[in-house]
């Protein structure tokens, strides 16, 4: 069952989810990246011509966040909103981006229009990644 926190945050993915620009996949994916301050940045999936450009949800929220000022140390949780029944988990591009900006106890949810979830730490989405910094 999902949390009283968790539910709010899917209702702000499942909003964003219906800004999302989808003109090739019709799959309408929305993201809540949730602050320490309890504040919710959305994204949404944004589609491109040529497909390799295209945007997940999760990275036009982080994306969205870091331009908006905040910094990667309010980053408490993200959840993700997929239409159906069926949970999916974030794209590769988007779990090394996550690995970027995301401490590695950073849960990460997936939730779709039942009430069944599934959570990974941050630092599950992506063994062996690649990394700049000396961690
Ligand atoms: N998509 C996301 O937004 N997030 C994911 O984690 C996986 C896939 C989007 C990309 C594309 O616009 C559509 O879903 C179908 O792949």
Redesign the pocket.
């Known amino acids: 069952m999902l949390t009283e926190s968790l539910l709010k945050a899917r209702a702000v993915a499942r909003e964003a989810s219906n800004s ?1 620009y ?1 003109p ?2 019709q ?3 929305g ?1 809540a990246l949730m602050l320490d301050n309890g504040q919710i940045i959305a994204g ?4 491109n011509a040529s497909y390799g450009l ?7 929220a982080i994306y969205s966040a870091i331009a908006q000022g905040h910094k990667a140390q309010e980053f408490a949780a993200m959840l ?1 909103y ?1 239409p159906g029944e069926k949970l ?4 590769g591009a ?1 779990r090394q981006v996550i690995a970027e900006f995301f401490d590695p106890g950073v849960m990460v949810y997936a939730t779709c229009d039942n009430d069944t979830y599934q959570s990974w730490r941050a630092d599950e989405l992506l063994p062996g990644l690649f990394s700049m910094q000396q961690k």
């Open positions: 999302a989808i090739y996949s799959f309408p994916v993201a949404c999936n944004v589609e295209s945007n997940c949800a999760e990275r036009t993700i997929m999916y988990s974030p794209c988007c």
